[in-house]
């Protein structure tokens, strides 16, 4: 009986704790058709600040710290883990609307990163980059991209090159820059062999679990 009044007494506590912390930090509202799970934060009413979105005419939205915003087009809580669309290209100079800001580039003081599950397809780059150890042969799946999209067809005749975003690279940026490449698109869970129309668009980022 004593060891269980014991463990009652340890257990206690950490429930009391947890029920604590959900009580101080409610999930937010959804946002347009999306659920916003905890600690996904819209406002300082709901969820944890250091993990903050945006709710934008119905849209949910992550801001990079350069200030340019993504939409989000998935979350899975379960999984700490939601989707980015990557940037338009802007058809007449294949260009990406984040060209201006370098890229895609995270706040390296909070809690989210880009995941290794990103295969990332640079447009339009210089021709240095066939000395580099990226994909830029003519079987590179960014070459299907050019070829079968209309978005990415203003970028054909160009060099481009894919590459895994793996653990050894920095997880805190999609770099592009006039003089390297200028465009960019990410695919996640990308297979050899997938075809065109089953790729699923998006850039992954994963946070950090709030202690």
């Known amino acids: ?12 506590p950490l429930f009391f704790e947890a029920s604590k912390a959900a ?8 946002c347009g058709d999306l659920e916003v799970p905890f600690p996904l934060s819209t406002n300082g009413n709901c969820g944890d600040s250091r993990y903050k979105v945006y709710c934008r005419h119905g849209i949910l939205q992550f801001k990079s710290s350069g200030g ?23 058809k007449g100079s294949c260009s990406s609307s984040d ?14 990163n880009i995941s290794t599950h990103n295969t990332v397809m640079l447009l339009n780059c210089s021709d240095n980059l066939v000395f580099s150890p990226l994909n830029c ?6 070459r299907q991209f050019e070829e ?10 160009t060099l481009c090159c894919t590459y895994l975003k ?6 805190h ?11 960019y698109t990410s695919v996640v869970n990308f297979k050899g062999g997938d075809s065109i129309e089953t790729w699923n668009y998006g850039i992954e980022l994963q946070w950090i679990s709030p202690n």
């Open 1 to 12: 009986m004593k060891n269980i009044m014991n463990t009652m007494f340890f257990i206690f």
């Open 23 to 30: 009580i101080a930090f409610p999930a937010c509202p959804k």
């Open 99 to 112: 060209l201006y800001l370098g890229g895609l580039r995270l706040d390296e003081s909070l809690p989210f």
């Open 173 to 183: 940026m999609i770099r592009v820059r006039v003089g390297g490449c200028t465009a």
């Open 166 to 171: 793996d653990s050894a690279m920095t997880a």
């Open 68 to 90: 340019f915003y993504y939409n989000v087009h998935s979350i899975d809580a379960n999984a700490s883990k939601l989707i980015i669309s990557p940037p338009q290209i802007n």
């Open 148 to 157: 079968k999209t209309e978005e990415a067809n203003g970028c054909k005749d």
């Open 137 to 142: 042969s003519l079987n590179s799946p960014c």
